[in-house]
């Protein structure tokens, strides 16, 4: 099936296929996506889950630890007074970044090909969001008074200072969590009509139903429902930008060499698309071949999302390469050292790690066969997250580990601890995703039956567009890979 | 439909419900129901189906001015919120920066502005189109249960002055409906 459907892809004798293969009717998008939810929970499900539950404990025994000692568990100590726990922040919140531009900005844009993918997208990003939240909560060290952070009147007449960009952190993340967490139930409520009346057990028509809020699907309601979707992708478009510009501030805005740069803003909200991207490739190539869905989330699909991988990659070499160039411009010796270090010093090898990731190997998605090949975008996937982990990581030590005098300088090493809070997150994402897979539509079938030909008033079946798509059913479709 | 009126019709019956097989059924369809001037009715469907506002002979939702107020407000609270507390109530000098350190708090003015509109927008939603409402007659109806899967409706209220039973349903079964079905209230 892989390579017919490559060979679809561009076609130049034939019109281009369309977004969603084999041809469906409505009924049967119902079907593929809601059976995966009624139907008995498969074993391989287990595997991913039991491993995930697993990490999500080792994060609550890592948490509490920390609760109970202080966060000299950590490997953190002056010079290196943040290390992992703002790297698994900034990289968290990096990834939910691509699930908004999928939802909100390819909406805006009239990418009708986003809607196989945004619903899983989106739960990516509130689960990206949720492990994101965890760290600056419990990186304070003093957790109980962590509600510091907020705005609350308290008996102490104390405030928090809005002036500091790790205020503004607070505020942007916090506000980002709760905004994708209001599109996305926006977004899920005529699927969970759906389930409600496919429902067979009592349980399930309950809970689904109230969650879908009665939901009649009247024309009425759509049209107030569309404005709605609509203004929450204007209103969250600037948002995710303003987000990342946020988290890139709590560096920018600082007088360390290495942190103190203008172009912080767009070069982290380029890094956190590129890497969510990577992301999402890597839980869309699992869940499209484990539940069948390679019909609604295709090749073309991956084509478009290795695109816009290769495109923020490369905006995200020019930014390494500019910020050498920057420091060597401004004639000022700490910071041409900071990246001469960066690169050259005891962590070459991090930095090393980055650019092979980040730079050099999405390079591959020039060609075509690269992006249409389910292995290698997979691979490369995880290749881009490791890389991406690790551009958190070199900008944050590197600058700290070189202090402006030699004396104070030092060497960051993890501990268990750092590893088991970093693992840990991973499980908390594995393990709410694994649950949405189970108990909620992974695709948004509302959205993606208005892409269907059919679903157009206008629409009248053409013999020849009958020709044209039993040619991309010709070949028995089966799973890829 | 006044915003705080009766929301069902009352009496016996709540009204026709007429199923369509396809959008382009559906749409004709509308456009013939909107012609006889109906007023009290609406359209079901699984899915947007583009311009059937139009064909309903709808009004744009009145939901963008209820975002704008609420963003506003949110606007003017995140500003003055950070105002007050550092010019009143807890005054400090942090980093040489002034009291009214107006540009550094853009990005919160700024967040709370978004969450004030977002919380308009979803809200708004559910206020203008009633929900949540988990009972209503038209889950009565079994076939009704398709509407969120491949079935399209059209469903004409009893207290349309138009309405009634009979010829209304002959009606709807001359403009192509599969199914046509009286609903008690």
Partial sequence: ?481 | MSLFGPQLPTGPHYGILAEFTTPRDLYHACERVRDAGFTRWDAHTPFPVHGLEKAMGLRRSPLPWIVLGMGLLGLTLGFCLQWWVHSDAYPLVISGKPLLAWPAYIPITFEVGVLFAALGAVFGMFGLNRLPMHHHPLFRSKVFERVTDDAFFISIESWDPRFDPSTTGTLLKSLGARSVELLES
């Fill in chain 1, 1 to 481: 099936m892989a390579q017919t459907e490559a060979d679809l892809l561009d076609n130049p004798v034939a019109d281009r296929p369309t977004l969603i293969l084999r041809s469906p009717d409505f009924h049967s998008i119902t079907e593929a996506v809601a059976g995966v939810v009624e139907g008995p929970t498969p074993t391989a499900w287990w595997f991913f889950f039991l491993p995930s539950l697993a990490l999500l404990g080792l994060l609550g025994v890592a948490v509490s630890w920390l609760f109970w000692e202080g966060i000299g568990i950590w490997g953190l100590n002056v010079p290196v007074g943040w290390a992992w726990d703002i790297t698994n922040f900034v990289f968290w919140v990096g990834i939910a970044h691509a699930g908004t531009l999928i939802s909100a900005i390819l909406f805006l844009f009239r990418q009708t090909w986003r809607t196989s993918i945004n619903r899983a997208a989106e739960a990516m990003t509130i689960f990206a969001v949720m492990c994101a939240m965890i760290f600056p909560g419990i990186h304070v060290g003093r957790i109980w008074v962590a509600y510091w952070m907020f705005p609350l009147p308290n008996q102490m007449d104390m405030w928090p200072n809005f002036r500091s960009p790790l205020l503004w952190d607070v505020f942007a993340v916090s506000v980002y969590g709760s905004v994708s967490l209001m599109f996305w139930y926006v977004g899920l409520i005529p699927d969970l009509a759906t389930m409600r009346d496919r429902a067979k057990t009592k349980t399930r028509k309950l809970v689904y139903g109230i969650f879908a809020l009665g939901w009649r699907g009247s024309v009425r309601q759509w049209s107030n429902y569309e404005t709605a979707y609509l203004i929450l992708a204007a209103l969250a478009t600037p948002l995710v930008l303003s987000v990342h510009s946020v988290v890139s501030m709590d560096f920018a805005v600082s007088i360390l060499p290495g942190w103190h740069t203008t172009i912080f803003p767009p070069y982290f909200v380029a890094g956190a698309i590129f890497s969510g991207f990577a992301m999402v490739l890597t839980l869309m190539v699992i869940c499209r071949t484990a539940f069948g869905l390679e019909h609604i989330m295709t090749l073309r699909h991956f084509d478009y999302m290795a695109k816009i991988i290769l495109v923020t990659g490369t905006i995200v070499g020019f930014a390494y390469g500019m910020e050498f160039f920057t420091a060597w411009y401004s004639g000022n010796p700490y910071e041409v050292f900071a990246f001469l270090n960066r690169a050259g010093g005891p962590y070459a090898w991090a930095y090393w790690i980055m650019i092979s990731c980040n730079v050099i190997s999405p390079q591959i998605f020039w060609f075509k066969k690269a992006r249409t090949s389910i292995p290698i975008l997979f691979g490369l996937s995880i290749v881009i997250n490791i890389g991406m982990w690790f551009e958190r990581f070199v900008i944050i030590v590197t600058s700290l580990h070189r202090d402006f005098l030699p004396s104070a300088w030092g060497y960051f090493s993890p501990t268990f601890w750092d590893i088991a809070c970093l693992l840990g997150s991973f499980g908390l994402f594995f393990t709410m995703f694994c649950l949405f897979v189970r108990f909620l539509p992974m695709v948004a079938t509302a959205e993606v039956k208005t892409v269907l030909p059919q679903a157009d008033p206008h629409w009248e079946p053409k013999p020849e567009r009958e020709i044209k798509d039993g040619r991309a059913l010709e070949p028995a479709p089966e799973g890829a890979s």
